[in-house]
């Protein structure tokens, strides 16, 4: 079966950090971009950032530019998404997402995770 798990959501300050995973069963994540996204209550769906297959190019939403990084360890089968600076905005069910490409369409995705700012 193929599966796309995401981890290490939780509840944070603001001003504070988080480390998400994403990891796959049943394909390798190095077959494709994948794109973090994220959702949050009363709000469409967003783009997060993105990681090219390819030659790992990232992309960001301009909002989280400069505090969130995206990269991959092909060896663990893993793309992290490192959140710093996080402001309560930041608050929201977070997904990753196989692509073909980025900034094309999707194919397999997680469960999600909750990432929670408050004080």
């Known amino acids: 079966q193929v599966h796309l798990v995401e981890s290490g959501g939780g509840l944070v300050q603001p001003g504070g950090s988080l480390r998400l995973s994403c990891t796959s069963s049943g394909f390798t994540l190095d077959n494709y971009a994948i794109g973090w996204f994220r959702q949050a209550p009363g709000r469409e769906r967003e783009g997060v950032s993105c990681i090219r297959r390819t030659d790992d190019s990232t992309y960001y939403r301009d909002s989280v530019k400069g505090r969130f990084t995206t990269s991959r360890d092909n060896a663990k089968n893993t793309v992290y998404l490192q959140m710093n600076n996080l402001k309560f905005e930041d608050t929201a069910i977070y997904y990753c997402?196989?692509?073909?490409?980025?900034?094309?369409?999707?194919?397999?995705w997680g469960q999600g995770t909750q990432v929670t700012v408050s004080s």
């Open positions: 997402a196989t692509q073909n490409d980025c900034g094309l369409a999707t194919g397999y």
